[in-house]
Nanobody, 125 residues
Framework: QVQLVESGGGSVQAGGSLRLSCVVSGDIYNADCMGWFRQAPGKEREGVAAIYIGERRTFYADSVKGRFTISRDNAKNTLYLQMDSLKPEDTAMYYC??????????????????WGQGTQVTVSS
């Protein structure tokens, strides 16, 4: 059974930083890609960042480029999302997810088959 558990969310002021973590457990030997997604109230879930594990290539939504950094610690089976220069529009529930292949586009939600329960990020102005 695959389990993804996010942590690190919280409330910060605009311009602040947070680092999200996602610990992955279970049999995901065939995971090729991991990603972070977010969903704000009343909006659809959207892709934020993804990493092709084997190639270590990263992808970002235009709205977070230059501010967010995705990384993975293989030894700890943990995915990270460093979020800097946070804006009120970054407020959302953040989810990590796993895809069993290299999805195209990398941030396409339908390609990901395992999801965490989410961690809330709130940015005040």
């Amino acid at each position: 059974q695959v389990q993804l558990v996010e942590s690190g969310g919280g409330s910060v002021q605009a311009g602040g930083s947070l680092r999200l973590s996602c610990v992955v457990s279970g049999d995901i030997y065939n995971a090729d890609c991991m990603g972070w997604f977010r969903q704000a109230p009343g909006k659809e879930r959207e892709g934020v960042a993804a990493i092709y594990i084997g190639e270590r290539r990263t992808f970002y939504a235009d709205s977070v480029k230059g501010r967010f950094t995705i990384s993975r610690d293989n030894a700890k089976n943990t995915l990270y999302l460093q979020m800097d220069s946070l804006k009120p529009e970054d407020t959302a529930m953040y989810y990590c997810a796993v895809a069993p292949y290299y999805p195209s586009p990398p941030l396409g939600l339908t390609h990901y088959n395992y999801w965490g329960q989410g961690t809330q990020v709130t940015v005040s102005s």
